[in-house]
């Protein structure tokens, strides 16, 4: 490279339109410089269209590495060094660009050299901090209708509640990701804040409609959702809880405008809340949920694969709470957690605790070679899996 001394000649144009073989002579442009604030991108085509069309935007607080998201994927943002310096040249239409009219047209200017360029990676949402936030402070039976408290010297205090725009500038997810995050949370919107209900009280909820159901006559598999709201609201239920609840423990039935109540889920509502944090023997814990699930219902142990697990003590069964619920959504740390907790997991047990794991480029098998060993003591074994 010569330094001219002078004005640029041609710009980006040249090389762009440069053929096989050929050359063209370059200098540096006037404005040459580190041009911090000017980086390389490197994207493909699909995300080049999301990107000139103003369907991405960068999310993260200024302690985090930000992402890049479109409107349903989230991807990491990573600087990768090149040892060939990249030269950059502006067009000829950019403003910085400066023409001489004495310069050679063939020539072009180099404003920068880049050494690298950022590159995008697809990564998965960052969802485990949505779940932190939603929780401290769920949706109680004696919540007020104001979003402020005052303090004891009398000053406003904001208590932690979050709008979608609260949402969307704290989590690191896009759009679909944190509607489906905030969906498999059962989070719902209350004036405009996105809250988790509390389990007690959603369980006064489920109890009163399992009620109204009796009292009515209502079919499980046929219940209408504007007379369930009704009755419960005339049990003094928000009619937007009333509905939530439905969503919450049932399935609309397409084409009929009606609702189902999934036996899966209202059996495991009653699950956890006979085993709260006990240990139970199987046989206990069996008769007290059998007390509790409704009529025309009935409980199995299947149904609770991913929240109970079993562990023989002697000649004794015991079940006990252990939801995927609470864990990490990261690989590393989720598989950190499974083997504090056991050390050794058959796979019928450890798949509910890694099936809603979702890694961009990784399949599951390839999950288990990554963080796991697996053994077998003969061919026909089930297999076993320890930390790698």
Same mark, same amino acid.
């Given at each position: 490279m010569e330094d001219s001394g002078r004005n640029g000649g041609g710009g980006a144009e040249a090389v762009i339109n440069l053929g096989v073989g050929s050359s063209v002579p370059i200098s540096y442009h006037p404005c040459f410089g580190p041009h911090d604030d000017l980086l390389l991108l490197e994207a $493909?085509?699909?995300l080049i269209s999301d990107i000139f069309n103003g369907r991405v935007t960068l999310r993260g607080?200024? $302690?985090e590495d930000a992402?890049?998201?479109?409107k349903s994927k989230?991807?990491?943002i990573k600087f990768v060094g090149n040892s060939n310096s990249m030269f950059l040249i502006p067009p000829t239409n950019c403003p910085c660009f400066i023409q001489d009219d004495d310069a050679n047209d063939d020539k072009v200017s180099v404003i920068k050299l880049a050494p690298g360029n950022m590159e995008l990676v697809e990564v998965s949402p960052k969802l485990d901090k949505l779940k932190q936030l939603l929780l401290e402070r769920p949706f109680g039976p004696g919540e007020v209708d104001d979003a402020?408290?005052?303090d004891d010297d009398g000053t406003e205090k904001n208590l932690a509640l979050y709008t979608w725009s609260d949402l969307v500038n704290i989590i690191q997810a896009s759009d679909e990701e944190l509607r489906k995050g905030l969906e498999s949370l059962s989070a719902i919107e209350i004036d405009g804040y996105w809250r988790i209900v509390d389990e007690s009280y959603l369980d006064m909820i489920l109890r009163m409609l399992l009620n109204n159901c009796v009292l009515n006559g209502w079919c499980f598999d046929g219940l209408d959702e504007e007379d369930v709201v009704s009755a419960l609201v005339a049990d003094e239920f928000p009619s937007e809880l009333a509905s939530h609840c439905l969503r919450v423990f049932g399935s609309e039935v397409k084409g009929a405008g009606k609702w189902k109540l999934e036996p899966r889920l209202v059996c495991l509502h009653f699950a956890r809340q006979v085993l709260r944090e006990e240990k139970m023997r199987v046989e206990s814990f069996m008769e007290e949920w059998r007390k509790?699930?409704?009529e025309g219902m009935e409980g199995k142990l299947e149904m609770l694969e991913g929240e109970v697990l079993s562990e023989r003590i002697g000649i004794e069964t015991r079940v006990y709470t252990f939801s995927v619920r609470s864990l990490p959504s990261t690989p590393a740390e989720r598989f950190a957690v499974l083997f504090k907790h056991r050390?050794?997991?058959e796979w019928k047990d450890l798949e509910p605790y890694l099936r809603d794991l979702q890694v961009p480029r990784l399949s599951m098998e390839g999950l288990l070679l990554k963080y796991t060993r697996r053994a077998q003591s003969r061919? $026909?074994?089930e297999p076993v899996f320890s930390a790698r």
């Amino acid at each position: 490279m010569e330094d001219s001394g002078r004005n640029g000649g041609g710009g980006a144009e040249a090389v762009i339109n440069l053929g096989v073989g050929s050359s063209v002579p370059i200098s540096y442009h006037p404005c040459f410089g580190p041009h911090d604030d000017l980086l390389l991108l490197e994207a $493909d085509n699909n995300l080049i269209s999301d990107i000139f069309n103003g369907r991405v935007t960068l999310r993260g607080l200024p $302690d985090e590495d930000a992402v890049l998201c479109t409107k349903s994927k989230t991807y990491a943002i990573k600087f990768v060094g090149n040892s060939n310096s990249m030269f950059l040249i502006p067009p000829t239409n950019c403003p910085c660009f400066i023409q001489d009219d004495d310069a050679n047209d063939d020539k072009v200017s180099v404003i920068k050299l880049a050494p690298g360029n950022m590159e995008l990676v697809e990564v998965s949402p960052k969802l485990d901090k949505l779940k932190q936030l939603l929780l401290e402070r769920p949706f109680g039976p004696g919540e007020v209708d104001d979003a402020m408290m005052m303090d004891d010297d009398g000053t406003e205090k904001n208590l932690a509640l979050y709008t979608w725009s609260d949402l969307v500038n704290i989590i690191q997810a896009s759009d679909e990701e944190l509607r489906k995050g905030l969906e498999s949370l059962s989070a719902i919107e209350i004036d405009g804040y996105w809250r988790i209900v509390d389990e007690s009280y959603l369980d006064m909820i489920l109890r009163m409609l399992l009620n109204n159901c009796v009292l009515n006559g209502w079919c499980f598999d046929g219940l209408d959702e504007e007379d369930v709201v009704s009755a419960l609201v005339a049990d003094e239920f928000p009619s937007e809880l009333a509905s939530h609840c439905l969503r919450v423990f049932g399935s609309e039935v397409k084409g009929a405008g009606k609702w189902k109540l999934e036996p899966r889920l209202v059996c495991l509502h009653f699950a956890r809340q006979v085993l709260r944090e006990e240990k139970m023997r199987v046989e206990s814990f069996m008769e007290e949920w059998r007390k509790k699930i409704p009529e025309g219902m009935e409980g199995k142990l299947e149904m609770l694969e991913g929240e109970v697990l079993s562990e023989r003590i002697g000649i004794e069964t015991r079940v006990y709470t252990f939801s995927v619920r609470s864990l990490p959504s990261t690989p590393a740390e989720r598989f950190a957690v499974l083997f504090k907790h056991r050390p050794k997991w058959e796979w019928k047990d450890l798949e509910p605790y890694l099936r809603d794991l979702q890694v961009p480029r990784l399949s599951m098998e390839g999950l288990l070679l990554k963080y796991t060993r697996r053994a077998q003591s003969r061919p $026909d074994a089930e297999p076993v899996f320890s930390a790698r």
